[in-house]
């Protein structure tokens, strides 16, 4: 794990304290490299750049590169995160996770159980324990999918996989995106 500090740390409803074991479900896969562009802060990612498209507001993510369409066009720079990261931040921002063109997750569709939880973590009028606990369970299905959609897209091409280095441990040049023609 990269042990960086990380936007939503402080932020009441991030996805490891409303789901316990998110981050066990996730396993080796928490700490590969991806790349999309967006916006940093502490120098990681918080909210990548988003597109609107049928299934929701889609961030694209890559490998090597963000692995956007062409036609999806931004000035924002790169930005080099884990999966574990980019499954935090789009829980918080309720978008969809496109890995090399495949779609990986879709926190937008949780928003119901999103509120659940937090109206659970605030102590609203309308927190219901039922609802929460079904949200959790509805969460950690959607997340152990995620995850196992993730993995068949890391074995396809197990050479352009990366997993997070501290940068003294990384090789020269371990963290240059090769961009797409």
């Known amino acids: 794990m990269s042990g960086r500090p990380f936007w939503s740390d402080t932020f009441e409803c991030d996805l490891p304290k409303v789901i316990p074991g ?9 700490d590969v490299h991806l790349w999309t562009t967006g916006h940093t802060t502490h120098g990681a ?17 890559g490998f090597r590169s963000p692995a956007r369409p062409e036609v999806y066009w931004t000035d924002r720079p790169m ?3 884990t999966f574990w ?17 495949g779609l990986v997750w879709n926190s937008g569709l949780l928003w ?22 079904a949200a959790r369970a509805s969460v950690r299905v959607s997340l152990c999918t995620a995850v196992a959609r993730f993995r068949t897209l890391t074995q396809r091409d197990p050479n352009r996989v990366r ?8 090789s020269p040049g371990a963290h240059t995106p090769e961009h797409r023609t």
């Not at 990261?85 to 090399?100: F, G, P, Q, T, Y």
């Not at 109206?119 to 606990?133: F, H, I, M, T």
Request: with cysteine; glycine share 6%; aromatic share 10%.
């Open 112 to 133: 119901p159980q999103y509120e659940a939880l937090m109206a659970e973590v605030r102590g609203w009028p309308s927190a219901d324990p039922a609802k929460a606990a």
């Open 45 to 61: 990612l918080n909210h990548p750049d988003v597109w609107n498209s049928d299934a929701g507001m889609v961030a694209f993510f």
């Open 22 to 30: 998110a981050r066990d479900a996730v396993g080796d896969l928490a």
């Open 163 to 170: 997993r997070f280095e501290t940068p003294a441990a990384a």
């Open 85 to 101: 990261e980019a499954l935090r931040d789009a829980w918080a921002h309720h978008i969809l996770i496109a890995v090399e063109g």
């Open 79 to 81: 930005v080099r995160c």
